[in-house]
């Protein structure tokens, strides 16, 4: 295993630990996944965190073309992560969680609005909220892609939110920050609601984000997208 592949799992087990130590997660429902040359990284099922080790993480063919690699069996949401790491060119991670006022609007299925400036970290003027579908299949996976378009968050219904990143780190975040704003907005509802900031507030918010936030990593070059297709059932 070359050394990269090997920090990259370990960050991915820190990570996870990170999630529930953040309060953003409970349990073993949140997944993470990264690229690695032209594979997936993904955490595995129902393993408890302070228990994952670096050789438990799954991997997937980035292609779609193959089963999944590993000691454990992957995320049962492989599907949305392979579905958005290959097709978002500024996905290089993402991060599934189910913070508890991410989960409140998304039980709600409620979108997050212009309610703050930092919703331009995340693309544009609101988080919107994809349709419900159960977990693990491939029309959460459409869903979640549709939701989350020229975007890098969203929430699903009645489940939990997804963030993607150019980084693992900036994916973490992202995952965080979104769990701000939604806690933000959710008690601005019970004191009349909040007043919302026009699009071009947030575009200029968005504009001075070029020189601000957190800085990207070094990471290796992205290999080259494989033809898009389906992606093979474990």
Same mark, same amino acid.
């Given at each position: 295993?070359?050394?990269?592949?090997?920090?990259?799992?370990?960050?991915?087990? =820190?990570?996870?630990?990170?999630?529930?130590?953040?309060?953003?997660?409970?349990?073993?429902?949140?997944?993470?996944?990264?690229?690695?040359?032209?594979?997936?990284?993904?955490?595995?099922?129902?393993?408890?965190?302070?228990?994952?080790?670096?050789?438990?993480?799954?991997?997937?063919?980035?292609?779609?073309?193959?089963?999944?690699?590993?000691?454990?069996?992957?995320?049962?949401?492989?599907?949305?992560?392979?579905?958005?790491?290959?097709?978002? &060119?500024?996905?290089?991670?993402?991060?599934?969680?189910?913070?508890?006022?991410?989960?409140?609007?998304?039980?709600?299925?409620?979108?997050?609005?212009?309610?703050?400036?930092?919703? &331009?970290?995340?693309?544009?003027?609101?988080?919107?909220?994809?349709?419900?579908?159960?977990?693990?299949?491939?029309?959460?996976?459409?869903?979640?892609?549709?939701?989350?378009?020229?975007?890098? &968050?969203?929430?699903?219904?009645?489940?939990?939110?997804? =963030?993607?990143?150019?980084?693992?780190?900036?994916?973490?975040?992202?995952?965080?920050?979104?769990?701000?704003? =939604?806690?933000?907005?959710?008690?601005?509802?019970?004191?009349?609601?909040?007043?919302?900031?026009?699009?071009?507030?947030?575009?200029?918010? =968005?504009?001075?984000?070029?020189?601000?936030?957190?800085?990207?990593?070094?990471?290796?070059?992205?290999?080259?997208?494989?033809?898009?297709?389906?992606?093979?059932?474990?």
């Amino acid at each position: 295993m070359k050394p990269m592949e090997k920090a990259l799992r370990r960050e991915i087990v =820190a990570r996870c630990r990170e999630m529930n130590a953040s309060g953003i997660n409970q349990g073993t429902s949140g997944n993470i996944s990264v690229i690695f040359e032209d594979r997936m990284l993904i955490s595995p099922s129902a393993i408890p965190y302070d228990q994952l080790e670096p050789e438990m993480i799954a991997s997937f063919p980035l292609d779609g073309g193959g089963a999944w690699d590993g000691t454990k069996m992957p995320s049962t949401e492989w599907r949305f992560h392979l579905d958005l790491l290959r097709e978002r &060119a500024d996905a290089q991670a993402v991060v599934h969680a189910h913070p508890p006022y991410c989960t409140t609007l998304a039980i709600a299925r409620k979108e997050i609005p212009a309610c703050h400036y930092m919703i &331009a970290a995340f693309g544009g003027n609101n988080i919107r909220c994809a349709g419900y579908a159960t977990f693990g299949t491939q029309k959460l996976a459409d869903l979640a892609l549709a939701a989350i378009r020229d975007r890098t &968050a969203c929430l699903l219904a009645n489940h939990g939110m997804i =963030a993607i990143g150019e980084t693992l780190a900036k994916a973490m975040w992202r995952a965080i920050e979104l769990e701000t704003i =939604a806690r933000q907005y959710y008690l601005s509802l019970q004191i009349g609601g909040p007043v919302l900031l026009s699009d071009a507030a947030i575009e200029r918010t =968005a504009r001075g984000f070029a020189g601000y936030g957190l800085q990207d990593e070094a990471k290796p070059p992205r290999t080259k997208k494989a033809p898009r297709r389906r992606a093979a059932k474990a």
